[in-house]
């Protein structure tokens, strides 16, 4: 975990370097040297990220290279205020400009002075750190007690089990189905569901033994190894028919064992369980061992992740089984059967439990693991019961009987690649049962700096690769879709969430203040501030925040709260999320915040924006939604960095369709802020000709929202967005109800088109609207005439 913020550095040490920065003397040369000896450890930074948990040396090792990285990140940051207030001054008098000079020579001799600490601690790093391939070495203990409560999984009754049935059913009928063909069936879902266990019942199954004459379950996991599994199948495979495996299977390489394996299986029907598997490449290594021999053999794999599912049924005939949680009925029977050994709850303790089975989320394991700890405690002491219902964390924490859920949803996060740990980590930020908004969330990664950029795509849209890796490694769940099908919100279960909650503590990746009482660490670069700001006034930790967001905020007297928290330690910040704060009027402070580069008030009653602004020279998202902002201060077009600028109001109709009501009007030429990737929503009925030509410059547009068009404006709207080739959403508003929207002209529309949204009359459908093939939605209204559907696929959506 310590690899992202040395990456994040790297990237500003480089910047530093380049830039035409006058740097004291010998200075260059102590940014090269931290930037040339950050680069040697990144790499070991890499495996240790892997192995930190499993050796204490190392995670202390590791938490210094954070620390480092952080504080000279701030050191960086800070000289470049310094040297921002510095040229801000003005040069009209010789006193200015000697005034000017002394504060640029104390910045540079500040961070001179600063990095003089930093190289050293650099230093003593270097000469510290660990042969990686020791640290790795008390790995294996933990790997066999993993092995170890799979194992457990594999001795299960199907008396013990509750709601196994209907997938246990579903599956063997997949099984039966008279394809002649190879078939897979991949089973796939988040750590502790119980496919294994499900597994396990569908191939122990008499009518499937009967069916399937050659037999084998291989237990692949994550750190497989080729040639022990083949020899492992080779083996099961002669026991099926009898016979003992010849001595040189022992010795034989991968290749000659593929051979054999095919050669037992050619001529029978058979039936394959490949349980645990993580990776596309492990199915790759297995698969051509597995001969097509057309007497209706079947495949059965389980995996957390989807992308190894559908891999494996791209290639083959099959279909992917998703795992489901436990529904609410079965879940409380599998946890009474558990805590009360088959009885009733107690109807004292009935609250409390089903507090505590809510936190579980149907999820089978979990409600095990804490029925587990729950069967000893004392069932006439109440008090007992609800401290456990009020935190699940510590007792996670704490409890030996949690140890190996502990170790199964841990293992999902420890296998992520380095770049997506942070970004899972992040959503610890977010309330409890909180539906996160998943373009909110790619846009504060990128602002944190998560998201590393690759060529040809946009940070967006890797930030979406992400987000998209995460759901396929089922670590979070959809909560919402779109109205195209696309995610909308998402959520991590709550299980999952505290076990992420307790490796952020550990790691002082951020703080959360939800209550008064709670204890602060030593830093806090990362605040979440949960119902109220009493508990953050109160506290005496040394802040240097990067990142502030507050949630639920219902105290009247947090609007004058919020501004004061800028005083203290928030000099820094990259983001500022105030969405939902009592705020009726634009914080004063948030102007000075230079290294600023994502700032939300949404939902908030703030009504207008200062010329002072501009001083936000690196903002990237500016979030106004369903503020009272109708109108925007000229100086905003001086924001060339600007992603993503949302200003609009909306209210929901009575036939429950969205319909965004109030915009805001454009102070002035907007093509000069060519970064937009999202504009919605403006009102072109001033100026209207000039905006149309304008927004033709905007060629980074991903997302265009216009209100009260009026038709004299559609030759220019249609030019300019021919030349919107990576346009993904349109939506236009007519200026009345009976005005025409004139689009017709457009010969060659964006290609990349997904949603198309227009309100106002149409003499005919826009003969450019069927030759778009990555359309998945339209929206007509008031349109006044009868739609011909068979002129759109079937499949899209399309609604008048």
Known sequence: MAESPVLFLLDKLTSLLQEEVQLLKGVRTEVQFIKDELERLKAILRMADALEDKDPELKVWVKQVRDVAHDMEDAIDEFTIRLVNHRGHGHDSALRRFASSIQALRARHRIASNLQEIKARVENISKGRRSITEAGSSSSHFHKSRLDSQGDALLLEEADLVGIEKPKKQLIDLLFQEEQGKVVIPIYGMGGLGKTTVAKQVYDDPKLKKRFKMHAWVTVSQSFKIKELLRDLVQQLYKVIGKPAPAEVGTMKSDNLKEVVKSLLQQSRYLIVLDDIWRVNAWDAIKLALPNNNYGSRIMLTTRNREVALSCCTELQGKTYNLEFLPEHEAWSLFCKKTFQGNACPPHLEESCKTILKRCGGLPLAIVAISGALATKDKTNIEEWLVVSRSIASEIESSDRMEDMNKVLSLSFNELPYYLKSCLLYLIIFPEFYAIEH??????????????????????????????????????????????????????????????????????????????????????????????????????????????????????HDDISISSLFSNGCRLLKVLDLQDAPLESFPAEIVNLYHLKYLSLKNTKVKSIPASIKKLQNLETLDLKHSHVTELPAEILELHRLRHLLVYRYEIESYAHFFSRNGFKLPGPIGCMQSLQKLCFIEADQGSQDLMVELGKLTQLRRLGIRKLKKEDGAALCSSIQKMTNLRSLSITAIEEDEIIDIQNIVKPPPYLRQLYLCGRLGKLPEWIPSLHNLVRVYLKWSRFLLERHCISRQRNFQV
Not at 468 to 474: F, G, T
Not at 500 to 508: A, Y
Not at 530 to 547: D, H
């Open 439 to 556: 373009m909110r969330l790619i846009r504060l990664w990128i602002a944190e700096g998560f998201v590393t950029g690759e060529e040809g795509r946009t940070l967006e849209e890797v930030a979406e690769s992400y987000l998209k890796e995460l759901l396929n490694r089922s670590l979070i769940q959809v909560v919402e879709k779109g109205s195209d099908g696309r995610m909308k919100t998402c959520r991590v279960h709550d299980f999952l969430r505290d076990i992420i909650n307790l490796k952020s503590k550990d790691q002082n990746f951020a703080t959360l203040a939800t209550d008064q009482d709670m204890i602060w660490p030593e830093r806090v670069r990362r605040l979440s501030v949960m119902n109220s700001l009493q508990n953050v006034q109160q506290n005496r930790t040394s802040f240097q925040l990067r990142s502030l967001l507050l949630f639920s905020l219902a105290d009247s």
